[in-house]
């Protein structure tokens, strides 16, 4: 249970906008918005079960759920850091993924294993400081060595820009890699890259398949091997996937491609991430998707 006015950071990711003003200028211009690793503090009640666990033993289970970094990931590839959910009728669940910043504050009155009671107070941060929801997914698959069509983005209904993934099995594909127009909710291909694709070289089976992140902290294209492939996978030389999806934009039809694929067919899963300023609403109305279902 979370202590009486001890909660504090959990709202709003934190951003720094920046502004520059020029000679003789009236105001200023907007010039870049940086996200911060959110810091929060959270006390809280720490209480002991008179009819099983004492108070040593929950506050060491609890004390034990939190962690300063992620070192234990080194040794169990299935470690997870602590996670606040925070569950409303209106959004549903969103969740945010917590460390230890520094040693937490607690200093009790009187001896916590007589009164069977604490307040710790959790100084905390959240390095990826966005409220999540599990992320959308589609696929677009052939049964054959090639084929063409449209595969569903599913929108990106947050507030927060989405850095899609793909993950491409082998074949020779054809991507979109389109700029995005129009108001919240009703976005649409368009502007000067509107229609831009990217044609990659084939998948060969060594490779053992293809990922493309437009995560700018992660490798935008790799293979199974967790090799850096964009050097040599991208038809055209110096080419690069460059279009994120914006905030509030409706699913959407996107074409795409395949050839040389082995006999059984290929398949394409476009991954795309659900990031939330906070933990409840912000939704906008989203326009229906067009064409297709």
Do not use: C
């Not at 079960?49 to 970094?69: E, I, K, L």
């Not at 604490?118 to 049964?143: H, K, M, R, V």
């Not at 790799?222 to 279009?243: K, L, P, S, W």
């Not at 290929?266 to 906008?284: C, D, F, H, N």
């Amino acid at each position: 249970m979370l202590g009486h006015g001890q909660v504090e950071g959990i709202y709003d990711a934190p951003v720094v906008v920046e502004r520059r003003s020029m000679a003789r200028q009236r105001g200023g211009t907007i010039i870049n918005k940086n996200w911060g690793v959110r810091e929060l503090s959270l006390g809280f009640h720490v209480i002991g079960d008179p009819g099983g666990d004492d108070f040593a033993r929950v506050d060491s289970d609890f004390r034990a759920s939190f962690t300063y970094d992620a070192e234990e990931e080194q040794y169990d590839p299935d470690w997870k850091p602590a996670r606040i959910d925070w569950t409303t009728e209106l959004s549903g669940t969103r969740s945010l993924d917590v460390v230890l910043r520094e040693a937490p504050d607690f200093a009790p009155d009187v001896n916590p294993l007589i009164n069977e009671y604490g307040n710790p107070i959790l100084p905390l941060a959240a390095d990826q400081p966005f409220w999540y929801e599990e992320p959308a997914t589609t696929t677009w698959s052939t049964g054959s060595t090639s084929g063409s069509g449209f595969i569903v983005m599913p929108g990106n209904p947050t507030d927060v820009p989405a850095f899609q993934k793909w993950v491409l099995t082998r074949g020779k594909w054809t991507l979109p890699d389109v700029s995005w127009t129009g108001r919240r909710g009703h976005r649409k291909p368009g502007g000067q890259y509107g229609t831009r694709m990217i044609s990659l070289k084939k998948i060969e089976s060594t490779q053992g398949g293809l990922v493309i992140d437009l995560d700018p902290m992660e490798l935008m294209v790799r293979d199974a091997h967790d090799t850096n492939a964009i050097g040599y996978m991208m038809e055209n030389v110096g080419q690069f996937f460059m279009h994120t999806i914006p905030p509030y934009t409706p699913p959407t039809l996107l074409p795409i491609s395949v050839t040389d694929a082995p006999a059984g067919g290929a398949m394409a899963t476009l991954i795309v991430p659900r990031l939330w300023s906070k933990p409840y609403g912000l939704e906008q109305p989203m326009a229906e998707l067009e064409g297709g279902s």
